[in-house]
Nanobody, 126 residues
Framework: QVQLVESGGGLVQAGGSLRLSCAAS????????MGWLRQAPGKEREFVAA????????NYAGSLEGRFTISRDSAKNTMYLQMNSLKPEDTAVYFC???????????????????WGQGTQVTVSS
């Protein structure tokens, strides 16, 4: 069973930075896709960024590329999301998620991610 635990959220001022971490366990690495998705108050859950654990593919939501960077440390079995130049619009609960290992392609759809962490709150003040 895949287990995901996020950490690193908090309250920051606009223009600041945060680094989120996702500790993963109980999963295989081959053809595994993991990502970050977020849900702002009153909005649907949306895609932020994702990667193939093999390291050969990453994708970002169009409006976020350049500010956010997704990465992973295989030795630590941990995925990261470095968030820079944060804006109040980035305020949301950020979730670490993974697709079933049946699939090996990155998806922008939250419904395609079947394993989820509990989420970590990111609040960006004006």
């Amino acid at each position: 069973q895949v287990q995901l635990v996020e950490s690193g959220g908090g309250l920051v001022q606009a223009g600041g930075s945060l680094r989120l971490s996702c500790a993963a366990s109980g999963r295989t690495f081959s053809n595994n896709v993991m990502g970050w998705l977020r849900q702002a108050p009153g909005k649907e859950r949306e895609f932020v960024a994702a990667l193939r654990w093999s390291g050969d593919s990453t994708n970002y939501a169009g409006s976020l590329e350049g500010r956010f960077t997704i990465s992973r440390d295989s030795a630590k079995n941990t995925m990261y999301l470095q968030m820079n130049s944060l804006k109040p619009e980035d305020t949301a609960v950020y979730f670490c998620a993974a697709r079933s290992n049946v699939w090996n392609s990155i998806s922008y759809s939250p419904s395609d991610y079947v394993y989820w962490g509990q989420g970590t709150q990111v609040t960006v003040s004006s």
